[in-house]
Each structure stands twice: as structure tokens, then as C-alpha cells.
């Protein structure tokens, strides 16, 4: 059983990675927003996997994302995007990227 944060303020896609999630046993959390986010990080460091939507809050992703490593180093970070790979900002760091139209296909395959 894995934990798993999805951060998206895009309810439907959250919902959607919480249900798939979900049916194959894994404990699931979502925020909408990054102080929701960091607030569920500070009580529970051991998520295996934070799901991010790139668009929220861009300027402070490079934080959270350092957050989210200085509390569980194994935790994956991924950042999911209708954008492309290369057409996101290569000082993001992160784990693992989702090309939104993707999303259900890598899901599965991921969890």
C-alpha cells in the first residue's frame, strides 16, 4: 500500500488519480493549493508519491518540491502537465513527468 498526495486544483483530475488509486489499495490525500499541501506534508513526511500539477503556483514548485525531499527522500515527486516535457521549465526538479493526456495510461503503470 502506497500513500499518495495529489496536488491539483483541477478537482476532476484529482479525483481521477484518487479513484484510480483507491481501487488498487493505496491510501490517497489531495490539496487544491500549496499551503494545503505543505500544511498535509508537515503531519505526514511519508508519502511515497506527490502528484503536482505543474501550473499551480509555478514560482514556488522548486520550493515545495525541495520540501517534500528534505522531509522523505524517497518520496517521487511528479509533475503532471498539459504542456510537454520539454516545454516546462528545466530548473523544476522532480522525479517523474505526466503528459496530462496521458494521465490514466502512466497511472496504471505507475501504481
Do not use: W
Not at 483541477?10 to 490525500?29: C, D, M, P, R, T
Amino acid at each position: 500500500m502506497l500513500n499518495i498526495l495529489i496536488l491539483d486544483d483541477e478537482e476532476y483530475i484529482a479525483k481521477l488519480i484518487s479513484k484510480l488509486a483507491l481501487k488498487k489499495g493505496h491510501n490517497v490525500q489531495i490539496a487544491d493549493n500549496f499551503n494545503s499541501a505543505y500544511e498535509l506534508i508537515k503531519r505526514d513526511s511519508l508519502f511515497d508519491y506527490v502528484f503536482i500539477d505543474y501550473n499551480i503556483e509555478k514560482n514556488e514548485l522548486n520550493n515545495l518540491t525541495e520540501f517534500i525531499k528534505s522531509k522523505n527522500k524517497n518520496c517521487q515527486v511528479i509533475i503532471m502537465s498539459g504542456l510537454t516535457e520539454q516545454e516546462i521549465s528545466e530548473s523544476i526538479k522532480y522525479d517523474k513527468f505526466i503528459f496530462k493526456p496521458d494521465l490514466v495510461d502512466i497511472i496504471n503503470k505507475i501504481l
